[in-house]
């Protein structure tokens, strides 16, 4: 009998087990390894079912599976962990009825192009499974490589594939839920996302949803009330809007393709959205005022007008989506007569024709406006900065 221990390397293991091929039995990463039980040849192995169709679009979230006619035998890896946790324990016999002593180990199945955080698992005695940590990236087309021969997976008595099985396969949108567990993640939300405790997985194929969800800062519940995790509220669309103007994409605010992509892809090189989240409160009551939130707290105040009786301020909560530090805005006086103001400063859209603006009146905090919400050209030039695409403004009713 040879003893390798776990330190012994896989190729020195194979030359000592050929060396000593006639010997009654080796002892591989710590697992006992028949080789002279039987020299019948190995049963044939076969793919049996893959998971995902061929030329299929899924979901970033979809489990992805290989299964096998008969039991596997174990990978590299499972054997250099078993040796590092049980070396001072008995283990498990493994028997391999072969003559070919290489075969005691299972090659994986392989998917181009690689996923960062990936692996495969074998979920089962004739199952592998493919768990990563934050899943396929949308828009980008799969192949699926089942290797034939000393390459591929063995089974549990070294019979190998005798032909290789490929698939291709695309990469869709994964659910609303998955998308703000996400962006939590990136940090383009305002809450954390916490994996369920003993969830190896926190994302991706063969990852748990399962989690808890809190908020990072303390929020007005004028905010606060509108996030469901499992639904596209405009929270989620500030953030993917940030997200798209952080990437130089179309701001529109659509979990597309594109987006699914590019979130997935910062994902799996931890690129974090670094910018503070910022978001604007304007309540309407008498005296009229704005609050400005960054990461929490309320860093400034200031009165302003919002629109009169007959052109009022839209209510709600929006996320800014144009702005320009100075701006002609024009349009139809609620008297029919028309406006052309030049040199409006400091201008962020965010429902509509309705914008954050400084703007010159004897006046403020009171209904003055056509809509908009309007400032001292000074207050208003503090607020712009802090008021990027995505950001989220609520204006309250009276």
Not at 183 to 201: C, D, E, F, M, N
Not at 325 to 348: A, E, F, K
Request: hydrophobic share 35%.
């Amino acid at each position: 009998m040879v003893v390798a221990t776990a330190k012994t390397s896989s190729r020195t293991v194979l030359k000592v087990a050929l060396a000593f091929v006639g010997a009654a039995s080796l002892s591989l990463f710590g697992t006992l390894v028949d080789v002279t039980a039987s020299h019948a040849a190995p049963a044939s192995l076969a793919v049996t079912t893959i998971s995902v169709k061929k030329n299929s679009t899924i979901n970033p979230n979809t489990t992805i599976s290989v299964s096998f006619n008969e039991a596997l035998a174990p990978t590299m890896s499972s054997l250099a962990t078993t040796s590092s946790t049980t070396s001072t324990s008995t283990s498990t016999s493994t028997s391999i009825t072969s003559t070919t002593v290489a075969s005691y180990y299972s090659g994986t199945p392989v998917l181009s192009p690689s996923v960062v955080g990936g692996t495969w698992v074998e979920t089962s005695s004739r199952t592998f499974t493919f768990e990563s940590t934050y899943g396929l990236v949308s828009g980008v087309r799969y192949s699926l490589r089942v290797p034939s021969g000393a390459a591929g997976p063995r089974s549990s008595t070294g019979g190998a594939l005798s032909t290789s099985t490929t698939i291709h396969f695309s990469v869709g949108v994964g659910s609303t839920t998955a998308l703000n567990r996400d962006l939590a993640q990136l940090r383009y939300i305002p809450l954390s996302y916490a994996v369920a405790s003993g969830t190896k997985y926190p994302g991706g194929l063969g990852g748990a949803s399962k989690g808890t969800w809190a908020w990072r800062f303390k929020l007005p519940k004028q905010l606060t009330t509108q996030w469901n995790a499992s639904q596209y509220t405009v929270i989620t669309k500030g953030a993917v809007m940030a997200l798209e103007n952080t990437n130089a994409m179309t701001t529109d605010g659509l979990a597309s393709t594109a987006v699914w992509h590019v979130a997935t892809a910062n994902l799996q090189k931890h690129i974090l959205d670094k910018s503070p989240w910022n978001y604007v409160l304007v309540r309407q009551a008498l005296p009229q005022q704005l609050h400005l939130y960054v990461n929490g707290k309320d860093v400034y105040d200031s009165l302003v007008n919002t629109g009169i009786p007959s052109s009022t301020s839209d209510v709600g909560t929006f996320p800014v989506y144009l702005r320009f530090t100075s701006t002609t805005m024009s349009g139809t006086n609620p008297d029919g007569s028309h406006y052309n103001d030049t040199g409006i400063p400091w201008v962020s859209y965010f429902s509509g024709g309705d914008a954050l603006h400084g703007f010159i009146r004897s006046g403020y905090g009171w209904p003055q406006s056509l809509g908009c919400i309007e400032m001292p050209f000074a207050n208003a030039g503090i607020v712009w900065p802090h008021t990027p695409i995505g950001t989220l403004v609520t204006v309250q009713p009276f």
